[in-house]
């Protein structure tokens, strides 16, 4: 059974940081693509960053420069990197893993099987 446990959201001020992390069992986090999705109040859940089993990345236009996704192949988990946050950062972030792809991965959240249950962010200007 694979079981993907988001941590380490908060609240911050704008042009903050924090460090997202997904423990994973189960499964290895360096077999195949996984993400970081957000969905944030009243919004559709959304792509933020995925990676591939090579380290292939694709990040949404609107974190470019500002965060970055990695994994930690000893320890078995997904981080994000979040610097430079601003308000419109405020979302639920979700770590998720498609056990079907590999290199190059998907952006679309249905194409994920496995997600953890998230862990809020909140930015304050």
């Known amino acids: 059974q694979v079981l993907l446990v988001e941590s380490g959201g908060g609240s911050v001020q704008a042009g903050g940081s924090l460090r997202l992390s997904c423990a994973v069992s189960?499964?290895?986090?360096?077999?195949?693509?996984m993400g970081w999705f957000r969905q944030a109040p009243g919004k559709e859940r959304e792509v933020v960053a995925v990676i591939g089993k090579t380290g292939i990345t694709v990040y949404t236009d609107s974190v470019k420069g500002r965060f970055t996704i990695s994994k930690e192949n000893a320890e078995n988990k997904l981080i994000l990197q979040l610097n430079s946050l601003e308000p419109e950062d405020t979302a639920l972030y979700y770590c998720a893993a498609d056990l079907d792809r590999y290199t190059y991965c998907s952006i679309r959240p249905s194409e994920y099987t496995e997600w953890g249950r998230g862990t809020r962010v909140t930015v304050s200007s």
């Open positions: 189960g499964y290895s986090v360096s077999t195949s693509c």
